[in-house]
């Protein structure tokens, strides 16, 4: 029998030359595995920092480029060459957008007539107050802005239903409700709105510069509408009705327009009155010259030399003068009452007053005497 003191010190020695050389491998594993992430992580930061490198090298390079653009783009606009030099600045944007991209896209926007997307880009550019190219042409540019404002009107649609979709002029404007009032040219605009399950909807409004219409459509369910009699489709039921401002499909649409019409009624109503009252003093002036010529005593006369006496030439001149000033006066207070009408009349809508209305003023030399007589009617 082996003794018990050798067993023990036989079993210990295993022990230790087994945990040993299991130590040995997991200190050579572990130093492999150290090896192979740190090359590793030297390798990725090396190429993490010419990443970054080459990105802050890009930007500046961007930049340089979208700078050049600029600058050729200005050297075409010199040319005249309106519409291409828009290519260019919108390219240059692109590359490197800034403020003084978009204010150069605005101003060639508004030379080639794009008065919407001029008044856009430039009310951005606008909007940045730190950049430094924009705070020395603000002035500049802001007065093109007045320009273009000239050519521009609000247009707001409301109505339902929600979801609905809107274009103007054949351009998508978003769905109903539309976030903010819209921008167009100044004239006619057509709106459309369509939805699924309801008829569509046409309108031809009128833009004013410089002020709001606000269109109202209410589309209509397909259910809602029995079919036309001999047959067809609920597209046929469509409207497509002029309009000038607010109303529901199936109804006289009315506007919110700018009162210039009526202001400008008015004021040929002035200048009507204006003009009578002048040719009415240059028809006072006359007979008194007359009065004076064909007084005996100044022994003037028409056929003479000179036409008689002292002062007598003087005076036939200054008559025949205003003979033609109290003509010219009556003609053109006459054709200020003919504008006053019109704009009178336009200035109605036909559920506002009976279309036989009509406002004039109209006023004329008085036959066999002398004075005016005017003749207003309503």
């Known amino acids: 029998m082996v003794p018990v003191h050798v067993k023990y010190f036989w079993r210990r020695m295993r022990t230790q030359a087994i945990s040993g050389s299991a130590g040995w491998a997991n200190m050579r594993w572990s130093g492999r595995v150290r090896s192979l992430i740190g090359s590793n992580l030297g390798t990725w930061i090396v190429r993490l920092a010419t990443v970054g490198a080459m990105a802050l090298t890009a930007q500046p390079a961007l930049a340089d480029q979208a700078d050049d653009l600029i600058h050729s783009g200005l050297e075409l606009r010199r040319q005249g060459r309106d519409q291409e030099a828009l290519q260019i600045f919108r390219k240059a944007q692109a590359l490197s957008p800034t403020p003084r991209a978009q204010a150069q896209i605005g101003l060639a926007e508004q030379a080639v007539g794009q008065w919407v997307d001029a008044f856009d880009d430039l009310g951005a550019a606008l909007r940045v107050k730190s950049d430094p190219w924009i705070t020395k042409n603000r002035a500049v540019l802001e007065s093109a802005v007045v320009s273009i404002e000239t050519h521009v009107g609000e247009l707001e649609i409301l109505g339902g239903p929600s979801g609905a979709e809107v274009t103007v002029e054949g351009k998508p404007q978003g769905t109903l409700p539309l976030p903010s009032r819209l921008h167009a040219v100044a004239g006619t605009a057509s709106v459309e709105v369509r939805a699924s399950g309801f008829l569509p909807a046409t309108r031809t409004v009128v833009i004013v510069p410089g002020q709001l219409t606000r269109e109202t459509i209410n589309l209509r369910p397909v259910s809602a509408l029995p079919l036309p009699s001999g047959g067809g489709s609920f597209e046929s039921a469509q409207e497509s009705a002029p309009s000038t401002g607010n109303g529901e499909v199936g109804r006289s649409a009315e506007t919110e327009t700018s009162p210039w019409p009526r202001r400008a009624a008015w004021i040929g109503v002035a200048g009507a009155g204006a003009f009578a009252i ?38 036939y001149d200054d008559g025949q003068t205003a003979t033609k000033m109290a003509v010219i006066g009556y003609v053109a207070a006459g054709a200020f009452a003919a504008g006053a009408a019109v704009l009178f009349l336009t200035a109605h809508s036909a559920a506002d007053a009976p ?6 003023l109209a006023c004329l030399p008085s036959v066999g005497g002398l004075g005016v007589a005017c003749a207003a009617w309503f």
């Open 355 to 360: 279309k036989s209305t009509a406002v004039g």
């Open 278 to 315: 002048g040719g009415t003093a240059a028809l006072l002036v006359r007979q008194s010259k007359a009065h004076w010529f064909e007084d005996k005593a100044h022994a003037c006369d028409e056929n003479a030399p000179n036409k008689g006496g002292a002062g007598c030439q003087s005076d």
